[in-house]
Structure formats: C-alpha cells, structure tokens
C-alpha cells in the first residue's frame, strides 16, 4: 500500500489566519482525497484532488474556503483559509492506489484555532 | 446520499471477551471497509469486503459482508489492551471512488 507523508502533524492557529497542509505519496496517484474530522466525530470528505484540473468539493464545502492544489500524481496541499474556531479538526488525506489495500490515510494534522 | 449506521457508539468492556460490531445502510454496497484509528492518527485499513456473503479474517478480527449488501459486521475474539481505539466502517459512495464512513465505534478494554 502507499505511503503517505502529511503535514504539520498539527498546529494551533489565530482566527483569520491561514494554515496549508501538505501531503506526499510515496508512489503516482491519480486521485487524492481531503477530509475533515471534527472532534469525537467521524470522517467527512472534503473534496477528491485531481491532477491537471480544479479539485471537486462536497456539499457544503468551497473552494474559497478550502482551496487545494494538485501540481503533480504524488503531491497535494488543503489550505485553510480565515480560519475560525469551528475549524479546529483533525484534516486528513487519502489515496486510492487499488486493489486489497484501497484507501491509504495519511496520519492527520491536527487543527487548533484560538 | 448514502449513509451507514453504525453501532454500538461505544464499548467497554473487560480484556479477554469478545467484541461486536455492525453497520447498516439503506442502500446497497458492493465493497465494505473496516478501520481502526488510533489516538493521533489516521484510520488503517482492517479487513476489506468485496463479495456479498464473504466472512474474512486477520488474526482475531473477522468480519462479513452481509448477503442483503446493507450490512456488514466486524467481530474481535480475545479482546486486548491494544485493541482500544476507534473502529469505522466504511464503503464506496454512490459515485464509487468517494468512502462514507460509519459514525464510529470507541472501544475501551478494562484489563
């Protein structure tokens, strides 16, 4: 299975402010997924991060809020932008390399805002 | 959209029984996932379903891809202290390539 590197691993941030997180695969992956668990709660899918066009964002998510880039199959960045107490979460990425061993996360960078 | 069910919410019990747990759905899927996230980190990939009926196991987990393709359990025999964690179902959404995932299942083991 893929290898997924993100981070920071976590951090604590101002309101208003912007954090972006990065995630690196070990191997080219033609999707990326970006998700959002809040505390004590499951996890939610933020938007599938595709190489060469603009990432496609779930229901109540927006890309002003969440941008994402793609440059290349092994790399992606979330940015969290003008952040907010209600942004404090766990922000987690995935790939999908296939097969038995699916969908890889990687180990989430946790989200503090003050 | 698709949505699963999943219970129990939480679980405490003593080092050595057994543990079960199950998701539901009211729509079909064609591939169930378990996953067990440890406290900070990421969910990792138990035991993976892809055929109506079909019972896997990996050491003491086993779990079953019920025949109706609505439901899906994930048993641990023996339970140990590092069995604690959080415990997520999980499957291909409507479009296939995105994963829903169950609400969780918090396991604690008193040994």
């Known amino acids: 299975s893929a290898v997924i590197s993100q981070k920071p691993s976590r951090d604590i941030c101002q309101r208003g402010t912007s954090l972006t997180i990065q995630c690196q695969v070990d191997?080219?992956?033609?999707?990326m997924f970006w998700y959002r668990q809040q505390p004590g709660q499951s996890l939610t899918l933020i938007a599938t991060a595709n190489q060469g066009s603009e990432a496609t964002y779930e229901s109540g998510f927006v890309i002003d809020k969440f941008p994402i880039s793609r440059p290349n199959l092994t790399f992606s960045t979330l940015t969290v932008s003008n952040m907010s107490p209600e942004d404090s979460s766990i922000y987690l990425c995935?790939?999908?390399?296939?097969?038995?061993?699916?969908?890889?996360f990687g180990s989430g960078t946790r989200l503090t805002v003050v | 959209g698709q949505q699963l069910n999943q219970s129990p919410q939480s679980m405490f019990i003593q080092e050595g029984e057994d543990v079960s747990m199950n998701c539901t759905s009211s729509s079909i899927f064609n591939t169930w996932l378990w996953y067990k996230q440890d406290p900070g980190e990421g969910p990792v990939l138990l035991i993976a379903?892809?055929?109506?009926?079909e019972l896997t196991s990996n050491g003491r987990l086993t779990a079953q891809f019920g025949i109706t393709r609505k439901d899906s359990f994930l048993n641990i025999s023996a339970s140990i202290p590092s069995d604690v964690g959080i415990y997520f179902c999980a499957g291909p959404g409507e479009y296939g390539n995105k994963l829903v995932f169950g609400a969780g299942t918090i396991l604690r083991v008193k040994s």
């Open positions: 191997s080219q992956v033609t999707m």
């Open positions: 379903l892809y055929k109506a009926g």
């Open positions: 995935s790939v999908d390399t296939g097969g038995v061993n699916g969908y890889t």
